[in-house]
Nanobody
Framework: QLQLVESGGGLVQPGGSLRLSCAAS????????IGWFRQAPGKEREGVSCISSSGGSTNYADSVKGRFTISRDNAKNTVYLQMNSLKPEDTAVYYC????????????????????WGQGTQVTVSS
């Protein structure tokens, strides 16, 4: 069964850092683009970042550019989101999702484009 499991969330002070992981089981991530999304209470789910299956293309929401970095280790079947200079407005449940990407160039961060979703991990930025 295809599963994505997020980890690495927690409570951090403003200006701090966290690294989220998205581990896949039941399938290999080699042919999937992986996106990170977040949803704050009372708000719609929004795209944060995406990395193509090849790892050669990435995309970021304007709100996180220069602070977040997405990467992947296909040997470990895992995708990471390094989050630096965190702000209170980054507080949300963070989800990873997978979309088939056989050609290696998908970088969409629209939630509706993704088929497989993890359960999410809470990130809280507060002093």
């Amino acid at each position: 069964q295809l599963q994505l499991v997020e980890s690495g969330g927690g409570l951090v002070q403003p200006g701090g850092s966290l690294r989220l992981s998205c581990a896949a089981s039941g399938f290999t991530l080699d042919y999937y683009a992986i996106g990170w999304f977040r949803q704050a209470p009372g708000k719609e789910r929004e795209g944060v970042s995406c990395i193509s299956s090849s790892g050669g293309s990435t995309n970021y929401a304007d709100s996180v550019k220069g602070r977040f970095t997405i990467s992947r280790d296909n040997a470990k079947n895992t995708v990471y989101l390094q989050m630096n200079s965190l702000k209170p407005e980054d507080t949300a449940v963070y989800y990873c999702a997978a979309e088939r990407d056989y050609r290696g160039f998908i970088t969409t961060i629209l939630p509706s484009d993704y088929d497989y979703w993890g359960q999410g991990t809470q990130v809280t930025v507060s002093s």
